[in-house]
């Protein structure tokens, strides 16, 4: 009886658990990391799988899993710590201590400091739409999701404290949610047409529950075309967005480049409307690339203050170069709206085929974190990796090292 328990367990373990019972050199970590940064900068909470083959692509690596992951990143110590749950679709309040995911048709929100996990059944709502992750305010008590069937999607909200859902959005195909720190303020995406060729951001104000757009220009017209991805600041003041409309510059100013979808900010206070993606030469468009609009494909971030924005562009004049035939095709840039400063974050990376770098950015503007399948380091063979930049220091560090290629134990490696 004991021989045959232990060829079954060699068994399970070399047949179910290839990767706890294989050499590294047969398995690879896969996935999209989706990095979330603290604000403070601190931790890197981002997701990784492990692939049996050391071959496998994108596709693969859902068809060939046997394990995965959402890890702990101290930026400090450089320590990494297993959180009790595997998925890449998932968002992190401000302090990284309350963490949001989607599971079937249920909302999980996991508590780092207690170690609970609230589970909500959002099924009566129409579940999760497919594309939209959850996303939750920078206090970790409220938290959107977009519900229901493309054709009649809308965005619903969580209460923490009441256990309550509400339908906050009556514009069809809400979708994309972003919220302030206090949840007060929702900023979204709406489309009157299901190809999306007429998409606009809309900010609401939950504490006298009025919805205005902000995809306008400085005085106040609507832009008259694509406005999508938007993110909102801490207070709620700003709100960062693509946009393919020519008409939110003044009159005098050059079109974008065709297909070109800009980077906008949004001054809800004083209702101004300003292009970040500028040519370094001319401050006119850069002509930077039509990326994505699925809410999963992040291209930009905003600060809890909303002084710095960094965005991904694939422009070659944003900041000076000696040689544009020879620039980066693919990059990050942070903006600095105080003093309308522009640096590159990354360098030398390859084309990343119009997938959104899913940046993430610290309160302070230091610290960005983001996704490339570049090999910034000479030891990274994996497909999508996260990176942090340290603007201070102007040093790039590799964040998602192989980590355990033991799924019994979760032992570091």
């Known amino acids: 009886r004991f021989v045959m328990r232990y060829l079954f367990g060699f068994l399970v373990c070399c047949g179910f658990v290839a990767v706890a019972c294989s050499s590294p050199n047969n398995a690879r970590e896969c996935g999209q990391p989706n990095p979330k940064l603290t604000a403070d900068g601190?931790?890197?909470?981002?997701?990784?799988?492990?692939?049996?083959?050391?071959?496998?692509?994108?596709?693969?690596?859902?068809?060939?899993?046997?394990?995965?992951?959402?890890?702990?990143?101290?930026?400090?110590?450089?320590?990494?710590?297993?959180?009790?749950?595997?998925?890449?679709?998932?968002?992190?309040?401000?302090?990284?201590?309350?963490?949001?995911?989607?599971?079937?048709?249920?909302?999980?929100i996991y508590d780092r400091g207690s170690g609970m996990t609230t589970k909500?059944?959002?099924?009566?709502?129409?579940?999760?739409?497919?594309?939209?992750?959850?996303?939750?305010?920078?206090?970790?008590?409220?938290?959107?999701?977009?519900?229901?069937?493309?054709?009649?999607?809308?965005?619903?909200?969580?209460?923490?404290?009441?256990?309550?859902?509400?339908?906050?959005?009556?514009?069809?195909?809400?979708?994309?949610?972003?919220?302030?720190?206090?949840?007060?303020?929702?900023?979204?995406?709406?489309?009157?047409?299901?190809?999306?060729?007429?998409?606009?951001?809309?900010?609401?104000?939950?504490?006298?529950?009025?919805?205005?757009?902000?995809?306008?220009?400085?005085?106040?017209?609507?832009?008259?075309?694509?406005s999508f991805e938007p993110f909102i600041s801490g207070d709620g003041r700003f709100v960062v967005f693509r946009s393919s409309a020519t008409d939110l510059l003044a009159p005098s100013s050059s079109l974008p480049k065709p297909e070109g979808a800009e980077v906008y900010l949004h001054d809800r206070e004083t209702g101004t409307t300003s292009l970040l993606s500028t040519a370094a030469d001319s401050g006119e468009p850069s002509g930077t690339a039509n990326w994505t609009i699925s809410a999963s494909d992040r291209s930009h971030a905003i600060s809890i203050d909303g002084q710095f924005v960094v965005y991904q562009s694939n422009a070659d004049d944003i900041v000076p170069v000696e040689d544009p035939a020879s620039a980066p095709d693919n990059n990050l840039y942070r903006h600095d709206a105080e003093t309308g400063h522009t640096i590159r974050v990354s360098s030398l990376l390859e084309p990343f085929n119009g997938r959104g770098m899913y940046p993430t950015i610290s309160d302070d503007g230091r610290f960005i974190a983001f996704v490339t399948h570049s090999n910034l380091d000479p030891d990274d063979v994996d497909y999508d990796d996260a990176y942090l930049h340290d603007v201070r220091s102007g040093e790039t560090s590799w964040v998602s090292r192989r980590w355990s290629w033991s799924i019994s134990t979760g032992s570091e490696s």
């Open 42 to 108: 601190s931790e890197v909470i981002y997701y990784r799988a492990i692939c049996v083959d050391e071959e496998c692509g994108w596709s693969d690596c859902n068809t060939r899993l046997v394990d995965s992951y959402v890890l702990v990143y101290n930026v400090e110590t450089q320590a990494r710590t297993r959180l009790p749950f595997g998925t890449s679709e998932f968002d992190v309040s401000a302090n990284g201590e309350v963490i949001v995911y989607a599971d079937d048709s249920l909302l999980e």
């Open 120 to 226: 909500v059944d959002v099924g009566e709502f129409g579940g999760f739409r497919g594309d939209t992750s959850p996303r939750i305010s920078g206090d970790g008590q409220v938290v959107a999701f977009t519900g229901g069937d493309w054709q009649s999607s809308g965005i619903f909200l969580y209460d923490r404290a009441t256990e309550q859902i509400e339908l906050s959005t009556t514009q069809p195909r809400a979708t994309e949610p972003s919220l302030s720190t206090d949840g007060r303020f929702l900023a979204y995406q709406t489309s009157r047409d299901l190809e999306m060729d007429d998409t606009a951001i809309h900010v609401l104000d939950r504490a006298g529950g009025q919805s205005t757009l902000v995809s306008v220009n400085s005085d106040g017209e609507p832009a008259n075309g694509r």
